[in-house]
């Protein structure tokens, strides 16, 4: 596996893979590495003969009080993981080679709507600094397909949505949410969590389980649903942030007619913020 930090030497790179004809997949990263991202390496030799993966910690989507500072950084571990799963490049710039200068993006990206709604409400220009650092990272890659795990979904639908919006040559490929045995979604920020925490942590994915049950038996008060579900998360031990049925398209509040929905949660326990989400089709 190459290691790359200069945009003009990964650009000279991959322009001669594409000379030899070479299709390529990306998965951009912020490191800390976990199985569900490795699965993105796996889903993306799928797709292309290429596989290039980016290790960047992105000032831009941390808001004020956020843990950018305390973002965990495993580079070395990082690297080990990503060259045992085949991936080919690994490019890991700085905020320097990013944001040159100023250290922050004069253009920025906006996918209105999207972006301002559940953790876009809860984590204000979050979405902005995702939409910013991917279109550029799209622009210096310029991969065929691009791999992002469905844990979050609506940060899958913005980048979805900006690449349909500037018309991007990028095919967007949604990965199935990696799980422990007990439901929790793989995430790095798990690793704030203590042993206790970890097996409490569970209870967001039954808790969203047992709503779309509900939900397939043909219960359709939603906002009830969604008001006894942060209760009994509260009761679990979580601090809510919010628990919404919406429509899969565009994230607005499901109705009775619509079948394509999505479940979307956020819950603090203990210093860590944990998503999740389930999508599907209602019976």
Same mark, same amino acid.
């Given at each position: 596996?190459?290691?790359?930090?200069?945009?003009?030497?990964?650009?000279?790179?991959?322009?001669?893979?594409?000379?030899?004809?070479?299709?390529?997949?990306?998965?951009?990263?912020?490191?800390?590495?976990?199985?569900?991202?490795?699965?993105?390496?796996?889903?993306?030799?799928?797709?292309?003969?290429?596989? %290039?993966?980016?290790?960047?910690?992105?000032?831009?989507?941390?808001?004020?009080?956020?843990?950018?500072?305390?973002?965990?950084?495993?580079?070395?571990?990082?690297?080990?993981?990503?060259?045992?799963?085949?991936?080919?490049?690994?490019?890991?710039?700085?905020?320097?080679?990013?944001?040159?200068? /100023?250290? %922050?993006?004069?253009?920025?990206?906006?996918?209105?709507?999207?972006?301002?709604?559940?953790?876009?409400?809860?984590?204000?220009?979050?979405? /902005?600094?995702?939409?910013?650092?991917?279109?550029?990272?799209?622009?210096?890659?310029?991969?065929?397909?691009?791999?992002?795990?469905?844990?979050?979904?609506?940060?899958?639908?913005?980048?979805?949505?900006?690449?349909?919006?500037?018309?991007?040559?990028?095919?967007?490929?949604?990965?199935?949410?990696?799980?422990?045995?007990?439901?929790?979604?793989?995430?790095?920020?798990?690793?704030?969590?203590?042993?206790?925490?970890?097996? /409490?942590?569970?209870?967001?994915?039954?808790?969203?389980?047992?709503?779309?049950?509900?939900?397939?038996?043909?219960?359709?008060?939603?906002?009830?649903?969604?008001?006894?579900?942060?209760?009994?998360?509260?009761?679990?031990?979580?601090?809510?942030?919010?628990?919404?049925?919406?429509?899969?398209?565009?994230?607005?509040?499901?109705?009775?007619?619509?079948?394509?929905? %999505?479940?979307?949660?956020?819950?603090?326990?203990?210093?860590?913020?944990?998503?999740?989400?389930?999508?599907?089709?209602?019976?």
């Amino acid at each position: 596996m190459q290691l790359i930090s200069r945009i003009d030497a990964l650009r000279q790179e991959l322009w001669r893979h594409r000379l030899n004809g070479a299709s390529i997949a990306f998965i951009p990263t912020m490191g800390n590495l976990h199985e569900g991202h490795l699965q993105l390496i796996d889903r993306a030799h799928e797709y292309a003969d290429v596989v %290039v993966s980016s290790i960047f910690v992105n000032p831009l989507q941390f808001g004020p009080g956020e843990d950018f500072n305390g973002y965990p950084r495993t580079f070395e571990a990082d690297q080990s993981k990503l060259a045992e799963r085949g991936c080919h490049v690994l490019f890991a710039p700085s905020v320097d080679e990013m944001y040159p200068d /100023t250290q %922050v993006s004069s253009t920025i990206v906006k996918v209105p709507h999207l972006s301002s709604i559940h953790c876009g409400a809860s984590r204000p220009g979050h979405f /902005t600094g995702v939409a910013t650092v991917v279109t550029k990272l799209f622009g210096i890659v310029q991969p065929d397909y691009a791999v992002f795990g469905l844990k979050d979904f609506q940060q899958f639908l913005v980048i979805k949505q900006l690449t349909e919006d500037l018309c991007l040559p990028v095919e967007i490929i949604g990965a199935p949410i990696a799980r422990a045995e007990s439901g929790l979604a793989l995430s790095s920020r798990n690793g704030y969590l203590s042993a206790e925490q970890l097996d /409490t942590a569970a209870a967001l994915y039954r808790c969203l389980a047992d709503v779309r049950t509900q939900i397939d038996n043909g219960n359709s008060h939603y906002s009830e649903l969604e008001e006894a579900a942060q209760i009994r998360l509260e009761e679990a031990g979580f601090k809510r942030d919010y628990f919404n049925i919406c429509r899969q398209q565009d994230l607005q509040p499901a109705t009775t007619e619509d079948t394509d929905l %999505v479940i979307l949660a956020a819950a603090y326990m203990g210093q860590a913020r944990l998503i999740d989400n389930l999508h599907f089709h209602r019976l």
